[in-house]
């Protein structure tokens, strides 16, 4: 991200903003091609769940009509209050078809980020991604690993937990893949889907390994593609762009709100609204290939200090995620859920069975400290540093993480016991940093399931809109509460799926340590 106090320069008038982001996931014209790709898998060999060739059809031989249309969220850049309540403000009051609100996927960089929050956002279900500690392009291995030590020992995130990876400025290399497969990583995303689905050449390609090397970007990264890197199933998850008027000319990756529209010179959030539409609706007919809004969220957060609400922006993505979710089998979900659901692709009619698509609360009764609100009141401690301050339950560092040191020895208040990291046989909504207790073993773990049956017979097969209006100027932004607003008794939720990976750990504590001794 930007450091803070040239975001408040930039933000003084747009347009500096605008051309500092084209670095920041922008995007001009194709970076790929068929011919530039040279790409080709033997589907044969490479079959799910491990190995998943590059294809613009839906996995598993589902039709177009079986497949759900996927709506993925993601963030970029530190954990912030602004950031959490800007993404909230979209997504807290919506439920996808089951009933669940829907989660996203933060790539979360370490400058200015509060740990606590991180803890908070991962207990309820989100999932945490790697986005290099000090937000580097093309990044060496400390950037990239150091931010997994980092987010485990201050936040409590299980390294099991840290899966993806997305490099800032969208900044990659050859290298970067290979390093992200070495620390085992389950998948990047930080290349490009730039040419449209109604293309013949699109390399809108759904999620797919690396066995035969990448099928995107092959025309903006040397060395990649012509089946390079063989990464065997490590996946990536393209970036699928928005195309305005012009097509294939007016791509739109990141913050597409942020762009102007149609070669015009001003941004037109109307504009943006029809040309988000018009690429959903190309997805929707044509082989439901993933969708995503990702996201710079201080861009759009509320009640910044010194800059103006976007309040018309935050309304128009409502407005469009209003839309899209009234139409059926449209889901709003993180780059976990939707990887689950490509490894084992199931039809829209038994979407039931998919874990990964479940929501469900952490049974927890005493108050410890682990990521919900009302079980950390007065427990988190608030480190104080000069670069930036931020809460955590892990105990305060005598130093901010650095690449060279990012887990610091702790620093024990007079009176206080040290707290304790999370250990690898453990998950976060269980563990007690204070006693040093795992309240969840594989007999006493439990969760409440509160999703809600979802088709065949017609029941529950969109969100519903219930987002502010675009057109009305009302406040659409005052239904949502913050998660971590103050009085806000937010359910914590986390993906069923997330379960059978506890009760792994759990029940192979040595194959836990052996993956978390992997990453390092
Ligand atoms: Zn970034």
Same mark, same amino acid.
């Given at each position: 991200?930007?450091p803070?106090?040239?975001?408040?320069?930039?933000?003084?008038?747009?347009?500096?903003?605008?051309?500092?982001l084209?670095?920041?996931?922008?995007?001009?014209?194709?970076?790929?091609?068929?011919?530039?790709?040279?790409y080709s898998?033997?589907?044969?060999?490479?079959?799910?769940?491990?190995?998943?060739?590059? /294809?613009?059809?839906?996995?598993?031989?589902?039709?177009?009509? #079986? %497949?759900?249309q @996927?709506?993925?969220? +993601?963030? !970029?850049?530190?954990?912030?209050?602004?950031?959490?309540?800007?993404?909230?403000?979209?997504?807290?009051?919506?439920?996808n078809?089951?009933?669940?609100?829907p989660?996203?996927?933060?790539?979360?960089?370490?400058?200015?980020?509060d740990f606590?929050?991180?803890?908070?956002?991962?207990?309820?279900?989100?999932?945490?991604?790697?986005?290099?500690?000090t937000?580097?392009?093309?990044?060496?291995?400390?950037?990239?690993?150091?931010?997994?030590?980092?987010?485990?020992?201050?936040?409590?995130?299980?390294?099991?937990?840290?899966?993806?990876?997305?490099?800032?400025?969208?900044?990659f290399?050859?290298?970067t893949?290979?390093?992200?497969?070495?620390?085992?990583?389950?998948?990047?995303? /930080?290349?490009?889907?730039s040419?449209p689905?109604?293309?013949d #050449? %699109?390399?809108? @390609?759904?999620?797919? +390994?690396l !066995?035969?090397?990448?099928?995107n970007?092959?025309?903006?990264?040397?060395?990649?593609?012509?089946?390079?890197?063989?990464?065997?199933?490590?996946?990536?998850?393209?970036m699928?762009?928005?195309?305005?008027?012009?097509?294939?000319?007016?791509?739109?990756?990141?913050?597409?709100w942020?762009?102007?529209?149609?070669?015009?010179?001003k941004v037109?959030?109307?504009?943006?609204?029809?040309?988000?539409?018009?690429?959903?609706?190309?997805h929707?007919?044509?082989?439901?290939?993933?969708?995503?809004?990702?996201?710079?969220?201080?861009?759009?957060?509320?009640?910044?200090?010194?800059?103006?609400?976007?309040?018309?922006?935050?309304?128009?993505?409502?407005?469009?995620?209003?839309?899209?979710?009234?139409?059926?089998?449209?889901?709003?979900?993180?780059?976990?859920?939707?990887?689950?659901?490509?490894?084992?692709?199931?039809?829209?009619?038994?979407?039931?069975?998919?874990?990964?698509?479940?929501?469900?609360?952490?049974?927890?009764?005493?108050?410890?400290?682990?990521?919900?609100?009302?079980?950390?009141?007065?427990?988190?401690?608030?480190?104080?540093?000069?670069?930036?301050?931020?809460?955590?339950?892990?105990?305060?560092?005598?130093?901010?993480?650095?690449?060279?040191?990012?887990?610091?020895?702790?620093?024990?208040?007079?009176?206080e016991s040290?707290?304790?990291?999370?250990?690898?046989?453990?998950?976060?909504?269980?563990?007690?940093?204070?006693?040093?207790?795992?309240?969840?073993?594989?007999?006493?773990?439990?969760?409440?399931?509160?999703s809600?049956?979802?088709?065949?017979?017609?029941?529950n097969l969109?969100?519903?809109?219930?987002?502010?209006?675009?057109?009305s100027?009302?406040?659409?932004?005052?239904?949502?509460?913050?998660?971590?607003?103050?009085?806000?008794?937010a359910?914590?939720?986390?993906?069923?799926?997330?379960?059978?990976?506890?009760?792994?750990?759990?029940?192979?504590?040595?194959?836990?340590?052996?993956?978390?001794?992997?990453?390092?």
């Amino acid at each position: 991200m930007l450091p803070l106090f040239l975001l408040l320069a930039a933000s003084l008038s747009s347009a500096p903003i605008a051309s500092v982001l084209a670095q920041d996931g922008g995007l001009s014209g194709p970076t790929s091609s068929g011919e530039a790709a040279g790409y080709s898998c033997d589907s044969s060999k490479c079959q799910l769940p491990d190995c998943h060739c590059a /294809s613009t059809s839906p996995p598993g031989g589902l039709s177009p009509e #079986d %497949t759900p249309q @996927f709506i993925v969220f +993601t963030a !970029d850049d530190a954990v912030q209050t602004y950031t959490i309540d800007a993404v909230n403000q979209f997504l807290k009051h919506r439920q996808n078809p089951n009933g669940c609100q829907p989660k996203m996927t933060y790539f979360t960089s370490l400058n200015y980020t509060d740990f606590g929050l991180v803890t908070d956002w991962f207990v309820a279900g989100n999932e945490i991604a790697d986005h290099t500690m000090t937000h580097v392009g093309d990044p060496p291995a400390e950037e990239i690993n150091g931010n997994l030590i980092a987010l485990n020992a201050l936040s409590g995130i299980p390294m099991s937990a840290i899966q993806g990876f997305r490099a800032p400025f969208l900044d990659f290399s050859v290298d970067t893949l290979k390093r992200l497969a070495d620390a085992s990583f389950v998948y990047d995303s /930080s290349a490009a889907a730039s040419v449209p689905v109604t293309e013949d #050449d %699109t390399d809108a @390609f759904w999620p797919y +390994t690396l !066995d035969y090397g990448m099928a995107n970007n092959c025309l903006s990264v040397s060395g990649l593609c012509k089946g390079e890197p063989k990464l065997p199933g490590f996946w990536e998850i393209p970036m699928y762009a928005f195309f305005d008027k012009r097509g294939v000319a007016g791509p739109h990756l990141m913050d597409p709100w942020l762009d102007a529209a149609n070669g015009d010179s001003k941004v037109d959030d109307e504009a943006t609204l029809e040309y988000m539409k018009s690429t959903f609706t190309d997805h929707y007919k044509n082989n439901r290939q993933p969708i995503g809004l990702y996201t710079h969220p201080i861009h759009v957060a509320p009640s910044y200090p010194g800059v103006k609400t976007p309040q018309k922006t935050i309304d128009m993505i409502n407005a469009f995620l209003d839309w899209a979710q009234e139409q059926q089998n449209v889901w709003i979900v993180s780059n976990e859920q939707l990887l689950a659901w490509v490894r084992d692709p199931k039809p829209v009619s038994e979407l039931d069975s998919v874990g990964a698509l479940k929501c469900s609360t952490p049974a927890v009764d005493q108050n410890i400290c682990n990521g919900m609100p009302e079980k950390e009141e007065g427990l988190q401690s608030k480190c104080t540093f000069d670069e930036y301050p931020f809460s955590t339950c892990y105990g305060c560092p005598d130093q901010l993480p650095t690449v060279a040191n990012p887990n610091p020895n702790q620093t024990v208040p007079d009176g206080e016991s040290a707290r304790f990291r999370l250990p690898a046989n453990c998950t976060t909504a269980f563990w007690d940093p204070i006693e040093g207790e795992c309240i969840c073993n594989s007999d006493t773990c439990s969760f409440q399931d509160t999703s809600k049956p979802v088709g065949p017979n017609g029941a529950n097969l969109t969100g519903g809109g219930l987002g502010g209006s675009f057109t009305s100027s009302a406040d659409g932004a005052a239904s949502s509460t913050p998660f971590n607003g103050p009085g806000n008794g937010a359910q914590a939720m986390m993906p069923a799926g997330l379960l059978p990976s506890v009760l792994l750990a759990l029940g192979a504590g040595l194959v836990g340590m052996l993956g978390v001794l992997n990453r390092l």
